[in-house]
Every structure is written in structure tokens, then in C-alpha cells.
Nanobody
Framework: QVQLVESGGGLVQAGNSLRLSCAAS????????MGWFRQAPGKEREFVAVINWSGQITAYADSVKGRFTISRENAKNTVYLQMNSLKPEDTGVYYC????????????????WGQGTQVTVSS
């Protein structure tokens, strides 16, 4: 079992930055790849970014590439999502999740999920 708790969301103006954190407990954090997903009102949950267990391999959705950076600190059991140049279309609830099944963007391949943190970007 893995427990995940996201933090760092909030209300920001377009063009500004936020850093999300996801703290994990309950299992060997370094054994999992970690992903971030988001869900906007009325839309399906979508992939944002993923990082492998060592932090050396990352992948991003095209919509956030060049603006968002995923990283992790295994010593702190924490994964981060640095979000720069935020846009109103980045608004949504952001979730972190774990997977042992590769680095894909499919949410059904992720096993444990946090409760999410709200990010709202105003224009």
C-alpha cells in the first residue's frame, strides 16, 4: 500500500508559477515511477508528466512540455511538479500516482492515487 498526499496548489495569475509536491508513505518510494495527472471540470483526467524511479527519465504531455518540470527526491519520498508560465487551460485538480508498469500516459496503469490539489489560473 502507498499513501500519496499532494500539496502546493492555489490560485495564480496567468504567466506565474507554482510548485506542487506529492509526499508518499507506506512502501518503498524509490521502487515506483511517479506520474502527475490533471482533471479540469467536465473533462477526463489527462496525463501531465511521469518520472522513473531514479529520476533520470521523464516524459511530458505536449501541452506542458517546456513549461513544466517533474523531479523527485527519493530520500524525502517526494515528487515535485514545477509549473511555469501557467495558462488558464492549466486549471484543474492535479493528482500524483504511482506505477510499476512503465512510463506511459494511461491512467489505468497507475495503481495508487492521491486526493488531488486544486490549481486555478486566472487570465
Amino acid at each position: 500500500q502507498v499513501q500519496l498526499v499532494e500539496s502546493g496548489g492555489g490560485l495564480v495569475q496567468a504567466g506565474n508559477s507554482l510548485r506542487l509536491s506529492c509526499a508518499a508513505s507506506g512502501s518503498t518510494f524509490s521502487g515506483y515511477a511517479m506520474g502527475w495527472f490533471r482533471q479540469a471540470p467536465g473533462k477526463e483526467r489527462e496525463f501531465v508528466a511521469v518520472i522513473n524511479w531514479s529520476g533520470q527519465i521523464t516524459a511530458y504531455a505536449d501541452s506542458v512540455k517546456g513549461r513544466f518540470t517533474i523531479s523527485r527526491e527519493n530520500a524525502k519520498n517526494t515528487v515535485y511538479l514545477q509549473m511555469n508560465s501557467l495558462k488558464p487551460e492549466d486549471t484543474g485538480v492535479y493528482y500524483c500516482a504511482t506505477t510499476v508498469r512503465g512510463l506511459g500516459p494511461v491512467s489505468s496503469e497507475y495503481d495508487y492515487w492521491g486526493q488531488g490539489t486544486q490549481v486555478t489560473v486566472s487570465s
